[in-house]
């Protein structure tokens, strides 16, 4: 990977603020696994004593996006990435240190090939499992994502 973890962590502070001040930290990445970790704080956390929805997708969703994100750099193409589509499920409370984990950044790649050679816009469903401590599954979010080759 062309950036450290440190940098892309750093890159948050700036670019996405709300996640990084909720807690959202990338700890290891490669061209197929994504790790990401937040913590249940007061700052992060819903009326009933858990971690908000909304923290969880950040955390997931970017455990999806930094691998969709490095491999566009990867390219030395514009390409243009977006959230077309998610959805959720929470299946116990989220409370504690939460890691999503993604590992289908090897969906990517041919996604990005194809753009490239047709300037058609592709999509790809990518899975983000949130865990607790204990290793229980908290939370899974799926996020449909679109390349398309910048005109």
């Not at 289908?104 to 790809?124: M, V, Y």
């Not at 290793?135 to 080759?149: H, I, K």
Request: net charge positive; charged share 20%; proline share 1%.
């Amino acid at each position: 990977m062309a950036a450290s973890i440190g940098k892309i962590n750093t890159f948050t502070f700036f670019k996405l603020p709300s996640a990084w001040w909720c807690g959202v930290r990338l700890k290891y990445i490669d061209k197929s696994k994504a790790v990401v970790s937040i913590k249940h704080r007061w700052f992060n956390q819903n009326p009933f004593n858990s971690m908000f929805w909304a923290v969880q997708g950040m955390a997931a969703e970017f455990a999806t996006g930094i691998m969709v994100t490095t491999q566009i750099q990867e390219t030395g193409k514009k390409i243009s990435m977006l959230v077309q589509n998610n959805n959720a499920n929470f299946s116990k409370k989220a409370t504690g240190r939460i890691t999503f984990t993604c590992e289908d950044g090897h969906l990517i790649k041919d996604a990005l090939t194809k753009t490239i050679a047709t300037g058609e816009g592709q999509t790809i469903w990518m899975k983000s499992v949130g865990v607790n401590e204990d290793g229980v599954v908290v939370s899974t979010f799926n996020f449909e994502w679109t390349v398309r080759l910048k005109q």
